[in-house]
């Protein structure tokens, strides 16, 4: 059963829609399944998602996406039964993959905001809900198919069986090790930047302007600023730590926090409201400009770094673990990993665009030169060297070289498998009621409408 979280991240920007307006209808409900309606403008809105996405249906889209979401609201309706819960970690953790999958398909946080006509908070506080949405759906899931196993033998019998034409393609996947450096801003850069927060701390408190006028006209963090500055709600543990310390400290609304430096720049914060072990604030971030001639200081240094472990003075993992200044990789010898499948293995397209361009060029084992880039997370430019450790160039799956990835078509048959009985059972059990409008459908599950 392929519910995974795609189809929730086509539903993911739904517009918040009014079923009724003062006097006219301004929205239809088109199925309702158990007590939950399902509207025609999600509908609406998954389908755009979906042909922005390049899906391509074999049937109607609009028979196959609400016949979708309504497959999940079986499985959301006996998550609640069962107390499937998540964690708020887990939902945040999602957010942030799914606002990196649209800036990457994109191009950038604005482009983000301009194609769904939405600020970056507006977008993050509708990604949070139907994030929860689709971790409930994946953790009752698998409830329901936990406890399947395969045995060798059923996957070797399944990979005899297949025709030549339907042995599955294995993609080109590389492991990539990164060592990263941060140019060296200059002092009075530096000092601009903290002068020119303080003066507009001072203009807020004499009244002159508004926190949020000056963070949409100057904020660096252009998802917020398009807000006025303001943030979703964050608990301590989802922010930079220098900044959530500051703004976890804050009490009155009316003033405005010391400059914070955190990974990101320059903040000065004012507290919104707090809300138990959560708060939302706004912001103005502000990032120091990197001069050329510091960028070219820190290319140099990591060229200099590769070319000591091509000599053999020490290995790049040990370099990456004292030198590297990339905090999420150094204490993993600089081994990147890959968010969307929690693995350290990477199809090319998932990989950073500048490093993907340089990987793409190279032999096992070798180091790159040093090149500049910009990460989506913290937006700020630095200087990388990477070494490819490893690469599987794309193949006709085999029996001895691929056995974990057929022995997981196997378990992904099985469990589609006792998924698809699980929502037939459902279905006789649930009340369902489709528009008269909507019901001229070839459904995959025949039986929503009941006889």
């Known amino acids: 059963m392929n519910f995974k979280f795609v189809v929730l991240c086509a539903l993911a920007l739904l517009a918040g829609s009014t079923v009724y307006g003062q006097d006219n209808v301004i929205d239809e409900v088109v199925w309702v399944v158990g007590d939950e309606a399902i509207l025609k403008s999600e509908v609406e809105e998954a389908r755009m998602s979906a042909a922005y996405e390049g899906r391509k249906f074999d049937r109607d889209p609009y028979c196959v996406i609400p016949e979708e979401i309504a497959v999940q609201k079986l499985f959301l309706h006996q998550a609640a039964l069962d107390s499937i819960e998540v964690s708020e970690n887990e939902v945040i953790q999602r957010v942030d993959q799914m606002m990196n999958m649209y800036v990457a398909n994109i191009g950038s946080h604005e482009k983000v905001e301009e194609y769904f006509k939405k600020t970056s908070s507006q977008i993050r506080e509708t990604l949070r809900d139907n994030a929860r949405e689709g971790l409930k759906v994946q953790g009752m899931q698998r409830k329901l198919v936990g406890e399947i196993k395969v045995t060798p033998a059923e996957v070797r019998r399944y990979f005899r069986d297949l025709p030549q034409d339907s042995i599955p393609y294995v993609p080109t996947m590389v492991e990539v090790q990164i060592m990263t450096q941060q140019p060296k801003v200059p002092l009075d850069e530096i000092e601009d930047v903290k002068r020119r927060l303080r003066e507009y701390t001072d203009r807020i408190n004499k009244g002159e302007t508004s926190f949020s006028t000056l963070a949409r006209l100057y904020s660096e963090d252009r998802g917020s600023a398009l807000n006025g500055g303001e943030m979703p709600f964050y608990g301590r543990g989802q922010l930079d730590p220098a900044f959530a310390n500051v703004a976890f400290n804050l009490q009155d609304p009316t003033k405005i926090s010391k400059i914070v430096e955190s990974e990101f720049g320059f903040h000065i914060i004012q507290l919104m409201e707090k809300r138990g072990d959560r708060i939302k604030a706004r912001h103005i971030l502000l990032k120091p400009h990197i001069p050329e001639e510091a960028l070219l200081n820190a290319n140099a240094r990591l060229d200099s770094i590769a070319d000591d472990i091509r000599a053999g003075k020490f290995t790049f993992e040990e370099a990456a673990a004292i030198l590297s200044q990339d905090k999420d990789t150094r204490n993993n010898h600089g081994l990147l990993p890959n968010p969307y499948n929690n693995t350290s293995k990477f199809e090319m397209q998932e990989l950073p665009p500048e490093i993907a361009k340089v990987v793409d060029k190279m032999k096992v084992g070798e180091i790159s030169e040093a090149f500049t880039m910009i990460p989506q997370k913290t937006g700020k430019e630095e200087c990388v060297i990477v070494k490819l450790k490893s690469r599987v160039n794309g193949h006709k799956a085999t029996i001895a070289d691929d056995y974990q990835n057929l022995k997981e078509i196997v378990?992904?048959?099985?469990?589609?498998?006792?998924?698809?009985?699980?929502?037939?059972?459902?279905?006789?059990?649930?009340?369902?009621?489709?528009?008269?409008?909507?019901?001229?459908?070839?459904?995959?599950?025949?039986?929503?409408?009941?006889?």
């Open 411 to 451: 378990l992904e048959r099985r469990r589609d498998e006792v998924l698809e009985k699980w929502i037939r059972e459902k279905q006789k059990h649930t009340y369902v009621r489709i528009n008269d409008n909507w019901k001229n459908c070839t459904f995959k599950y025949p039986g929503w409408i009941k006889d």
